[in-house]
C-alpha cells in the first residue's frame, strides 16, 4: 500500500516539476535543453513499447520521426498556413500518417527476426533517408523545407514547444503504461521471451508485433513533427538522422529496457549531457569520443539497465531485512 | 548505350569483389561470435587514412603499405574484440554488441576528424591516375588491381577457414558455439582471431576503398549500410553468398545509373535487399535458424 503511495506521489511530484521547470528557469539555452529532453522521453517510450516489450531491435524509427517531419512541413506549406498555435493541431494528424507509414514497414521488416530484423530497419531507415534527397517534389530535396515561423517572443518562444512535447510525453508515458498492464502487453513480453510457444499458445504474432510497431510509428512521428515545427525547418540528415536511431534505443537501455520508467530515466540523464556537451565542446571530433565513451560506459556498467538493477539492489535488501 | 551498360557491368563486379572483401569480414564475425560489428564502416575508413598516412608522411605505395596496415589493423580487431565484445553480458549480447560497436565507431570517427579534420581526402598513385583501354571504354588501373587483390584474399580467406587448424576451429565456432566450446576450442581465442581478420580484410578493402573514392570521417556511414546489406543479402555468416550478394547489388547500382537515373541508384541498392527479403527472408543463401530465440 505504501509503495503504491509512495510512487504516486513519485508521479505527481515529477509532473509538477515538468511543469513547473519553465517558470523556474527562463534561460533560453537551459529550456532548449528542457524542450528536448522531454521530446527524446517520448521517443525514447515510444521506442520501447515496440522494442523493448517485444524484444525485437529496431533501429529505423528515425523513418516515421522523418516522415512525422515532412508531414507537417508540407501541411504548412501548401495551406499556406501562418505560425502560431494552430499547427500544433496538425502534430497528432502527423502521427497518424507515421503510422500509415509504419503499416508497409513494419510488414515488411517482420518478417524477419533477430538480426536480420535489425540489418532490414537499418535498409529501411537509408531508403527513407535516399527518397528524402531524391523525393524533389515532396521534400525540395537536399534544399530542404520551411515552417512558418511562429510569432512568439524569444524569451517564452521554448516554452509553447516544451509544453507540446511534454503532452506528447506524458500520452507516450501513458500509451506505454497501459499496455504493459493489457493483455496486448502480455502477448508482446510472450513474444520477447519465446515468440515460437507464444504462437504455439494461441499469440497472434503477427499481429500484435505489427500493432506494436504502428503505435510507436505513431508517437513517434508526433515527436518529429513537433521537432520540424521547433527547428522552423526540415532537412533530409536531420529528419532522417542515424543517430536517432540508435539514441533512443541507448536510452531505453540505460533506463532498463521493457520498463515504462526506464525510459524516461535513461532521456532525462542522456539528452541533457548530450545537449550539455553539443553546446560547450566546440571540437567536433573531441564531442564524438566523448560521447562515444560515455556510450561505452552505459553499456560495460549498466548492462540491465538503472531500473532493473534498483529493483534488484532493493529486493536484495527486503531479503536481508525479513531474515 | 551499349558501351555505357557494359562499363557499368564492368563497374560493378570490380568493385563488388571488393566489397566483398570488406562483407566478408562483417559475416565472419558475425558467423562465429553472432554479434553485427557496426564499427566495421568506419574501420574502412580508419584503414584508407593508415594507408593514406604512409604514403603521404613515409612515401609508402598503398600496395606496399599493405604490409603494414593489414598486421596493424589484424592488431586493431584484436584489441577491440578483447576490451568492449568480450565483457559484454550475454543475455542481450546481440543488442549491446551493435550499441558497443557503434560506440566504438563513433570514437574511431571522433578520433579521426580530431587528426586529419573533415576534408575530403583520397589515395593517389599511377594506377590511380592511368587508365586502360577496355571493351571501348577506359577503366582506372586500380580497379582491376583493387579487384585481383581481392579475389586473391577471398581464396586466401576461404583456404585459411577450410584448409587449417585455426580454421577448423573458426568452422566449428560457427556451427555450434557450445559445441565447440565442449570438445576443447578456446571460443575467446577464436573469436578474437575472428574479429582481427574480419578488421584485416578492412585493410585491404579499405586501401582500395581510398584510392577508387574521396572519404572523410563520415563515409563509415553509408559503407557500413552498405556491407550490412550485403551480408544480410548473401546470408548471415556465407562468405560466398557476400560475394555473389556484392557483386549483384553494386552491379544493378551501376546499371539503375545507366539506364534510369544516378540519383535514383543508391536507393536501387537497399531497394534490391527489401525486394529480396519479401520472398525470401533469410537472404539468399542464408539457412532458415534452426535454433529458438
Known sequence: ?323 | MGTELAKAVVDGVLTGGVYALMAAGLTLIFGVMEIINIAQGVMVVLAAYLSYTLQVHAGIDPFVGLLITIPVMFLIGVAIEWVFIRRLAPRDRTALSILATFAVAIIIEGILTQAYSGDLRSLDAWYVERSVHLLGFYLPYIYLFGFALAVVLLAALYLFVSRTRTGYSIRAAMQNRAGAQLVGIDIDRVSAITFGIGAAATAAGGMVYGATNTFNPDSGYDLISRLLVIVVLGGLGSIGGALVAAILALVIEDVTAVLWSPVWASTMFFAVLVLVLVFRPTGLFGQRAVRAQ
Open chain 1, 1 to 323: 500500500m505504501t509503495v503504491v503511495l509512495a510512487r504516486r506521489a513519485v508521479i505527481v511530484l515529477a509532473l509538477a516539476c515538468a511543469i513547473g521547470f519553465p517558470f523556474v528557469f527562463s534561460n533560453p539555452a537551459t529550456t532548449s535543453i528542457a524542450f528536448f529532453t522531454v521530446l527524446y522521453v517520448a521517443a525514447a517510450s515510444a521506442w520501447n513499447l515496440f522494442s523493448g516489450y517485444s524484444g525485437y531491435m529496431a533501429l529505423g524509427n528515425a523513418v516515421f520521426y522523418g516522415s512525422g517531419a515532412y508531414f507537417i512541413a508540407n501541411v504548412t506549406n501548401h495551406l499556406n498556413l501562418s505560425g502560431g498555435m494552430g499547427i500544433f493541431a496538425w502534430v497528432p494528424v502527423a502521427g497518424l500518417f507515421a503510422g500509415i507509414v509504419a503499416i508497409p514497414v513494419g510488414w515488411l521488416a517482420l518478417r524477419t527476426r533477430r538480426h536480420t530484423f535489425v540489418v532490414i530497419t537499418i535498409a529501411i531507415f537509408f531508403i527513407f533517408q535516399l527518397l528524402a534527397y531524391n523525393l524533389q517534389s515532396v521534400t525540395n530535396g537536399s534544399a530542404g523545407m520551411q515552417l512558418p515561423l511562429p510569432p512568439w517572443l524569444a524569451a517564452t518562444y521554448n516554452d509553447y514547444f516544451y509544453f507540446a512535447a511534454l503532452i506528447a510525453a506524458v500520452i507516450a508515458i501513458v500509451v506505454s503504461w497501459a499496455v504493459r498492464r493489457s493483455h496486448f502487453g502480455l502477448q508482446l513480453l510472450a513474444i520477447r521471451d519465446d515468440e515460437d510457444r507464444a504462437r504455439g499458445l494461441g499469440v497472434r504474432t503477427g499481429r500484435v508485433k505489427l500493432t506494436a510497431f504502428v503505435l510507436n510509428g505513431v508517437l513517434t512521428g508526433v515527436c518529429g513533427a513537433i521537432y520540424a515545427y521547433y527547428l522552423g525547418s526540415v532537412y533530409p540528415p536531420f529528419a532522417f538522422e542515424a543517430i536517432f536511431d540508435l539514441t533512443v534505443a541507448l536510452m531505453a537501455f540505460l533506463g532498463g529496457l521493457g520498463t515504462v520508467s526506464g525510459p524516461v530515466i535513461g532521456a532525462l540523464l542522456l539528452e541533457p549531457l548530450q545537449q550539455y556537451l553539443t553546446q560547450q565542446v566546440t571540437a567536433a571530433g573531441l564531442s564524438l569520443i566523448l560521447f562515444g565513451a560515455l556510450f561505452l560506459i552505459v553499456i560495460g556498467f549498466l548492462p540491465h539497465g538503472i531500473v532493473p538493477s534498483v529493483e534488484q539492489l532493493v529486493r536484495r535488501l527486503k531479503a536481508a531485512r525479513s531474515r
